[in-house]
């Protein structure tokens, strides 16, 4: 019950096209969705988080859309660049009770940005 | 946003000794902190939560006493790995959160371990 299930694993996304990176989860305990960010040899950066009482979240070019009922949520990366190249991180946490704060994260999806 | 900073980056050390890595947050205090262990090509693994003042909580089959975690202050945690085999190499990476940082959970830049 503690997965996060993230697809696809890998992606190769042409400049300017759009990344769509993919989480299901099946604890309804869960209360925040962020989407980590990482490089080769570096720790994860927050790109975007969510809370279930939104259905979408947009900073800049990346879009967090969510639905609940599905228990689905997905990253949208718009006018993707080869900077944006990287292995992105979908995770939750419950906000209270056993685990609070502890995050499950998906296995990742490398993504490649070609020019 | 906040910032966690691990130190040292990189670190190389024998067999058999130990090693110890930090984790601080510099500008907030961490309530909670937690220590992950990656492999290449993977993705996190929780090893160990620790609230300051108390002792870690430790994840199902990781050693606590060869994994040390001390969190004895509100912007330091430290994770030592005691009499450090090879196949403890691994990417060490830090997390940490408070109240001013809402729900979000700031990592440190990791730390790399290679055991020779």
């Known amino acids: 019950q503690q997965q996060v299930k993230q697809s696809p694993q890998s992606l190769i996304v042409q400049k300017g096209g759009i990344s769509i990176i993919n989480c299901a989860y099946e604890n309804t305990a869960f209360d925040y969705f962020p989407w980590y960010q990482q490089f080769p040899g570096k720790g994860p950066a927050l790109l975007i988080a969510i809370r279930p009482d939104v259905s979408e979240k947009k900073e800049g070019r990346f879009t967090i859309s969510f639905n609940k009922s599905a228990k689905q949520f997905s990253l949208h990366i718009m006018d993707s660049q080869p900077g944006d190249s990287a292995t992105y991180f979908c995770?939750?946490?419950?906000?209270?009770?056993?685990?609070?704060?502890?995050?499950?994260f998906g296995k990742g999806t490398k993504l490649s940005v070609i020019p | 946003g906040a910032v966690v900073s691990q130190h040292p980056s990189w670190v190389i050390c024998k067999s058999g000794t130990s090693v110890k890595i930090e984790c601080r947050s510099l500008d907030f205090q961490a309530t909670t902190m937690f220590w992950y262990r990656q492999f290449p090509k993977q993705s996190l693994m929780l090893m160990a939560t620790?609230?300051?003042?108390?002792?870690?909580?430790?994840e199902q089959g990781v050693e606590k006493d060869k994994f040390l975690i001390n969190h004895a202050s509100l912007t330091l945690s430290t994770l030592t790995v005691t009499s450090a085999h090879p196949e403890d190499s691994s990417f060490y990476i830090c997390s940490a959160f408070g109240g001013e940082t809402g729900n979000t959970i700031y990592f440190g830049e990791g730390s790399w371990l290679t055991v020779v």
């Open positions: 995770a939750a946490h419950p906000k209270s009770g056993a685990g609070s704060y502890q995050l499950t």
């Open positions: 620790s609230n300051e003042g108390s002792k870690a909580t430790y």
